[in-house]
């Protein structure tokens, strides 16, 4: 099996977040994708078949589990395909549904892609929830901004949003990960999404990942796309628009993530990004 290394959302392999990329993983059994996604220890490995048609069907594992949907491995199994085959349009079957990437190459010879998530959809959280969370992530109500209320969002993955009122707040990210854990394996969440908002469309985020055995993503692509959906959903920005990410800032792997957020309200959201491999 030939398992190459990628970095997403940077130019530096020392920042954005690695992910594993098999191009043909023809034959390979579930509990062998598994195996190899613990030994990679990334936060994602991605599993892709080629199809007849040109397009390629797509799992990704955790070092612990399978998710149905990872943004930042979705960049770099494209940006991997194209250093193979070329840039250019790629449809990716995952287990959340059609998932169309295109790629496209710049004067200084990087590869960056953009992907366009599946329909969002945003939930409520129900109080014992929200507490139990708040309570795990060693938050209080007064550490949220209002402007940003909580809810479940999905673009292929259901993450929880959480607004800090205040950088330092986020900077500060010291949480329950055995609580925590426990209470995403039974609301189904992938990642929890902690933003603060710095100007209209640039926010900082972390996403704590214990369902995954990380305790922090540097980057999260299926997590931005759903953070888009909240926003256009809640009306707290003005589509269409561009947001900038900034995330894995406070764990020293800078990433920046762009996403796209069309006007209309089933439309998926786009996010863009760069990948390098790992020598």
Not at 198 to 209: C, K, L, S, Y
Request: proline share 9%; aromatic share 6%; hydrophobic share 45%.
């Amino acid at each position: 099996m030939d398992i190459l290394r990628y970095v997403a959302f940077s130019t530096d392999p020392s920042g954005g977040n690695p992910a594993g990329v098999v191009l043909d993983a023809e034959g390979v059994d579930e509990a062998t994708m598994g195996a190899v996604a613990a030994e990679v220890g990334y936060s994602e490995t991605a599993f892709a078949v080629p199809r007849p048609d040109g397009a390629l069907d797509i799992r990704y594992f955790s070092p612990k589990a399978e998710v149905p949907f990872c943004g930042h491995a979705t960049i770099a199994t494209a940006v991997a395909h194209a250093h193979r085959h070329g840039v250019g349009d790629l449809l990716l079957h995952t287990m959340a549904g059609p998932v169309p990437v295109t790629t496209s190459a710049r004067p200084d010879g990087s590869i960056v892609a953009t992907l366009v998530s599946v329909e969002p959809r945003t939930a409520e959280i129900a109080e014992p929830d929200l507490a139990e969370l708040l309570a795990a992530l060693r938050w209080s109500a007064d550490d949220l901004d209002p402007a940003l209320p909580p809810r479940a969002a999905y673009a292929g993955a259901w993450h929880p949003v959480i607004a800090a009122a205040r950088r330092d707040r986020l900077a500060d990210l010291d949480y329950d990960m055995s609580a925590l854990a426990d209470l995403m394996a039974r609301r189904d969440w992938t990642t929890v999404t902690l933003v603060q908002r710095e100007a209209d469309t640039v926010f900082h985020v972390r996403n704590p990942f214990p369902p995954g055995g990380v305790v922090e993503d540097p980057a999260t692509g299926a997590a931005a796309a759903a953070f888009g959906g909240y926003l256009r959903a809640l009306g707290l920005i003005d589509p269409p628009t561009v947001l900038t990410i900034h995330q894995g800032t406070d764990m020293g792997r800078p990433s920046l993530l762009t996403v796209g957020v069309p006007a209309h309200p089933s439309s998926g959201i786009e996010v863009t990004g760069t990948a390098v491999r790992i020598a």
